[in-house]
Every structure is written in structure tokens, then in C-alpha cells.
């Protein structure tokens, strides 16, 4: 299973962040992760959102650049090693973590974590084959 994700490109200056919270919540979209990695001209802004399509149509329209991105939520123990555990498993598969995000949303006990996989195909094999919980949806 696999999730999507949604990239939005973002000017590094002051209350673009905020407008783009301010979009999704007058369109009704819930986000349930986040994430922004920036540099000192842009940022790449990572959500997952309850409602994907009505999501990107909204930013859109807000004159926001979006990408959509297929990435894989796992679910993993809350206590320590447990993210040490999956993250032995790629690199002993050599599967090669682009970057990863994460959220306690779910169950009591487990953190969602979210991959984005140089290899989706290959990672998403590798996680099910080893009895870990894959999540399409929190």
C-alpha cells in the first residue's frame, strides 16, 4: 500500500507557510502530517492530507506549485530502537531512504512513519515481506 503525499514549492518569505495553512483549512482539508525542509531562497513544503485531490485543487488555485508523491507510512512501536529497527532493515537491503517525516497519529503506542524511497517498488516489497504495518490512511 502506499500513500500520497503532497509537495508544495514555496518562496522562503514571511507568511507563505501561513497562507498555505489558511488555504487547506478554507477548503476543509485536514492535515495529518507535515513536514519543510527550506534553504535561503525556497522551501518544499510535504503534507499528507485527508483529501488529496481537493487539496492540490485548492493550492492551485491559490497559485501554489504542487507535486504529488508516492511514499510509504509505516507504522512502528513508540519506544526506543523500534525506528533503528526499520532503518537497519533498508540498509541491510540496501533500499536508500530519500528523506522521511514522521507523525504519532494512529494507533495508542505507534508512531506513523513516513518514507519517501528512492526504490518505491522495492522498499514497499521489503516492509511488507517483513511483517511490517503499512498504513494507506491516518
Known amino acids: 500500500m502506499q500513500i500520497k503525499q503532497i509537495s508544495v514549492f514555496l518562496e522562503n518569505k514571511d507568511g507563505r507557510l501561513g ?3 489558511r488555504v487547506l483549512a478554507n477548503a476543509a482539508i485536514n492535515i495529518r502530517a507535515i513536514s519543510i525542509a527550506d534553504t535561503a531562497d525556497f522551501g518544499i513544503l510535504r503534507l499528507i492530507v485527508d483529501k488529496n485531490d481537493a487539496a492540490i485543487d485548492a493550492l492551485t488555485k ?3 506549485t504542487t507535486r504529488l508523491t508516492d511514499v510509504v507510512a509505516v507504522e512502528v512501536g513508540d519506544t526506543p530502537g523500534s525506528l533503528a529497527a526499520v532503518m537497519e532493515l533498508f540498509r541491510s ?3 536508500n531512504i530519500e528523506y522521511l517525516y514522521a507523525s504519532l497519529e494512529g494507533q495508542v503506542g505507534k508512531a506513523v512513519v513516513i518514507f519517501k524511497l528512492e526504490n518505491f517498488e522495492r522498499g514497499l516489497k521489503l516492509v511488507k515481506d517483513n511483517g511490517l504495518s503499512v498504513v494507506d490512511t491516518f
Open 62 to 64: 491559490a497559485g501554489f
Open 93 to 95: 537491503a540496501r533500499v
Open 19 to 21: 497562507e498555505v495553512t
